[in-house]
C-alpha cells in the first residue's frame, strides 16, 4: 500500500552532528571528516543506492562525497552553524527499483537542485516493506562562479523619505534578509505537495490505482489516526523478537482505526454535540446528520474554512473542465463538479445558520445586520477555536481585519494570483479579450469548438488554453468584486439603488461604510451636508497636519500617532482608507490640497481615478448623497416598518401550523 512520510530535520553543529559523519552513516561509505581527524563508517547489510545532483554552476568537486562534506565543515565555522538540510522520504512499494530510482532523481532535481542546492542521495532497501531515501543538501547556494554565496545579507532600513533609521544605542537600523526561499514554511509546503503529486504520476503511469497526499487526515475529514513512521532499527527488533515502542504504537493505532471505522457515524454525530468549555455547536439532530452526510460524500471536515479551500478547488476544476471541454468531444466531469459544489453550497447553509444562532447566544450586542455572512462565519469559528466567546475588544478587531481580508478570500477561490484592485482586473479582462480575438484572426477560427480546434497543434493548443482559463478567471472575478460591493451597500443602505452606481461609486461607497461604520445612521445622513462627518478628535488631525506638512519629522510623528491612535495610524497604510482620512483634514483646513494630493499619489502604485482623489469630506458627501440618493436612502424607515410586519406575519402564520400540527399529533393519539 503506497504510504506518505516525508520528514526533515537540519543538521547542525549546536546539536553535536557532524555533516561528514551524517553523510557517511547514510550512504554507508567510508569517509574521512578533516574536522575531527576521525574516519566515519556505518556498515550497512544492503548497500545503499547512493548518488549526488549538482546544480551547473556548482564545482565539479561537489560530486565527490568526502571532499563536499569537509568543504561544508570548512566553511561553516560558527559553533551553532546548520550544515546540512536533510529529508527521509518513504518511496511507494508498488513501484519497482528502476522505477523509484528514477522517481527519485526527478524530484530532487527539480524538487532542490533546480533551487541552487546540492543533493546528496542515498535510497535503503533494506526492508522490502519500508522502501525510501535520505538526501541531504547543502544550505548555503553556489554563486555563478562556483564559489560558496552567503546564506543572508544585512538590509538597512529607511523612512519613508529615503532618511537612514537609526536604533536608540545610535546604531544603524537594519534586518536580517535571506537570499534564498529554502527556510520559508510556503517552500516546505511546495515540496511536501510536490513529492505526492509527482509521485501520484508515477503510480498513474505505471498503472497502479493507488495515490498519495500531503494533508493531514484531520484536513481530508478522516476519523482513523495516522500511523507513525518505524524506521528499521523498530522492524529489526520486532524480527528478534525484541518489543519496539514504535511498532507497539503501531499495532495499538490499527485496532483503534479498525474500532473507529464500525464507530465512525456515532463519532461524527458526537463531534458536533459535545460542549467546550461551554461553547457547543448549535446544530439540530436534524441538521447533524445532515453535515455528518455531507462530510462523508465530500470527503472533509464541514467547517467554513474547509468549505471554503473545497470551492477554490471546486472552480478551479470546473474552469479546467470547462476549458478542456473546448478541446475535446469525450465525457464532461462537469456535472460531477455541479453536483459536490451543490453539496458545498449545502453546508454553507448549515454552516450559516449555526453561525447566526452563535452570534445570538454569545453576541447579543452585536449588530449583525451590517455584517457580511462571511464574518459572521469567520467570527463563530473563531469563537469555537478559543473555546470561549471574544471580548468586545477582540470582536471589533477581529471583525475589523476580517472584513478588510473579505473581498482577498473571495478572489482566491478563484484567482491563483489575486489582483488588487477591480482596475487591474479590467484591465486584465481587455488585453485576454483581445488576445482571443487575435488568436481567432491567426489561425482563422470563427468560434472556438472541439471541429475548429483540431487543426492547431498542440502547442497552439496549450497557449489557448492558458488565456481561456485565464479570460473565464477574470470574468468570474469582475463579477465576484461587483457583487461584493453590491452586498455591502444593500447590509447598510437597503433602499438605496444599487444598480444605478458605477463601480467606482459603489467602491467609494464601500470605502465611506468600511471607514465610518456605525456612525453612517439614518438621523446623521439627515443632516450630511451641512454637518459632514469626522470620526477622530481635532488633536488627532493635528497631529495628522503634522504628519504631512513635515516630511523629514514623518517617523517620530508616525511612532506617536501608533501609541496614541493606533487605528488612525493602520488606516494610514490603507490606500483606500488613507484617502478617507485625508479628505477629513482637508476639510479642517490644516493641510494644502496639493500637499494632501501629492503625498497620496507617492504612495499608490495605480492611477487614481477622480473618484478616488482627496478632497473636503463634505465634498465626498454631496458626491455619496445626493439629494436624490439621500432620499432613497432615508425611505428605509418604511422600509424596515415593512420588514417588521413582514416577519410578524411569518412568525404568526408558523405558529398556526405548529399548532395545527399539535392538534393532528392529538388526534392520532387518541385514536
Known amino acids: 500500500m503506497a504510504i506518505y512520510h516525508f520528514s526533515g530535520q537540519i543538521i547542525s553543529r549546536s546539536k553535536g552532528q557532524s555533516a561528514v559523519a551524517s553523510a557517511a552513516y547514510r550512504s554507508g561509505e567510508k569517509l574521512y571528516d578533516e574536522r575531527y581527524g576521525q574516519t566515519k563508517f556505518y556498515k550497512r547489510e544492503v548497500a545503499p543506492i547512493t548518488f549526488i545532483l549538482k546544480p551547473d554552476h556548482a564545482p565539479e568537486w561537489c560530486l565527490e562525497r568526502e571532499r563536499l562534506w569537509n568543504e561544508v565543515e570548512k566553511h561553516e565555522k560558527a559553533k551553532n552553524s546548520q550544515l546540512a538540510r536533510e529529508f527521509n522520504v518513504a518511496l511507494s512499494v508498488e513501484l519497482s527499483v528502476d522505477q523509484q530510482v528514477a522517481l527519485t532523481k526527478e524530484y530532487c532535481q527539480t524538487a532542490f537542485v533546480d533551487r541552487g542546492m546540492v543533493a546528496d542521495v542515498a535510497i535503503h532497501l533494506d526492508d522490502a516493506h519500508n522502501p525510501h531515501f ?21 538590509v538597512y532600513l529607511y523612512d519613508e523619505e529615503g532618511n537612514p533609521l537609526y536604533t536608540k544605542s545610535g546604531y544603524r537600523a537594519n534586518r ?30 505505471n498503472g497502479f490505482s493507488e495515490r498519495i497526499t500531503e494533508q493531514s487526515h484531520a484536513a481530508l475529514g478522516r476519523v482513523d489516526q495516522p500511523t507513525i513512521h518505524e524506521g528499521v532499527v523498530a522492524r ?23 474500532t473507529q471505522e464500525i464507530l465512525q457515524d456515532v463519532k461524527q454525530d458526537l463531534r458536533f454535540t459535545e460542549e467546550r468549555e461551554g461553547i457547543q455547536r448549535l446544530l439540530s439532530p436534524n441538521e447533524k446528520k445532515q453535515i455528518a452526510a455531507l462530510s462523508k460524500e465530500l470527503k472533509l471536515f464541514i467547517s467554513y474554512d474547509n468549505l471554503v479551500e473545497k470551492k477554490r478547488i471546486l472552480v478551479n476544476w470546473l474552469t479546467n473542465e470547462k476549458t478542456a471541454v473546448l478541446f475535446s468531444d469525450g465525457p464532461s466531469r462537469i456535472e460531477t463538479i455541479l453536483s459536490q459544489d451543490e453539496k458545498v453550497e449545502e453546508a454553507f447553509t448549515l454552516i450559516a445558520k449555526e453561525s447566526n444562532r452563535m452570534m445570538a447566544r454569545y453576541y447579543p450586542e452585536l ?7 462571511h464574518a459572521i462565519n469567520r467570527l463563530a469559528e473563531e469563537t469555537m477555536q478559543r473555546e470561549r466567546p471574544l471580548t468586545k475588544e477582540e470582536t471589533n478587531q477581529f471583525l475589523t481585519v476580517e472584513t478588510n481580508q473579505e473581498l482577498a478570500t473571495y478572489l482566491k477561490i478563484i484567482a491563483k494570483q489575486p489582483l488588487e484592485t477591480y482596475d487591474e482586473y479590467n484591465k486584465r479582462y481587455n488585453r485576454l479579450q483581445t488576445q482571443l480575438e487575435t488568436f481567432k484572426t491567426n489561425y482563422h477560427i470563427a468560434h472556438f469548438t472541439p471541429e475548429t480546434l483540431q487543426s492547431l497543434t498542440s502547442e497552439q493548443q496549450a497557449a489557448l488554453k492558458y488565456i481561456v482559463k485565464d479570460f473565464e478567471r477574470t470574468k468570474l472575478a469582475l463579477k465576484v468584486i461587483d457583487g461584493y460591493y453590491e452586498a455591502k451597500i444593500n447590509r447598510v443602505f437597503p433602499t438605496l439603488d444599487v444598480a444605478g452606481l ?16 456605525d456612525r453612517l445612521t439614518l438621523s446623521t445622513l439627515q443632516n450630511i451636508h451641512e454637518h459632514p462627518l469626522f470620526k477622530y478628535d481635532d488633536s488627532a ?30 488606516e494610514l497604510q490603507d490606500p483606500r482608507l488613507r484617502t478617507m482620512v485625508c479628505n477629513e483634514v482637508l476639510e479642517k483646513g490644516l493641510v494644502a490640497e496639493q500637499i494632501v494630493t501629492d503625498y497620496v499619489q507617492t504612495l499608490q502604485k495605480e492611477t487614481i481615478y477622480p473618484e478616488f482623489q482627496p478632497q473636503k469630506v463634505s465634498l465626498l458627501f454631496r458626491t455619496l448623497f445626493r439629494p436624490q440618493r439621500l432620499e432613497q436612502i432615508l425611505k428605509q424607515i418604511a422600509y424596515e416598518e415593512a ?29
Open 134 to 154: 535520505h538526501v541531504m543538501l547543502t544550505t548555503r547556494p553556489f554563486d555563478e562562479n562556483g564559489n560558496w554565496g552567503i546564506k543572508s545579507r544585512k
Open 541 to 570: 488631525y493635528e497631529l495628522l497636519a503634522r504628519y504631512l506638512n513635515e516630511p523629514r519629522q514623518r517617523s517620530a510623528i508616525q511612532a506617536t500617532l501608533a501609541a496614541d491612535y493606533p487605528t488612525l495610524a493602520e
Open 367 to 373: 449588530q449583525v445586520d451590517q455584517l457580511s455572512q
Open 176 to 205: 536580517k534578509e535571506n537570499v534564498t526561499d529554502w527556510d520559508h514554511k510556503e517552500t516546505m509546503h511546495e515540496w511536501r505537495k510536490g513529492w505526492a503529486d509527482l509521485t501520484n504520476t508515477y503510480l498513474e503511469k
Open 502 to 517: 458605477s463601480i467606482h461609486e459603489r467602491i467609494l461607497y464601500g470605502d465611506a461604510i468600511d471607514y465610518y461604520g
Open 643 to 671: 420588514q417588521q410586519i413582514h416577519d410578524q406575519e411569518r412568525q404568526h402564520k408558523k405558529a398556526l401550523r405548529k399548532k395545527k400540527q399539535n392538534r393532528m399529533k392529538g388526534l392520532r393519539g387518541n385514536r
Open 236 to 258: 529489526e527488533m520486532t524480527k528478534k523478537g525484541k518489543i519496539s515502542d514504535r511498532v507497539q504504537i503501531n499495532v495499538l493505532i490499527k485496532k483503534e482505526n479498525a
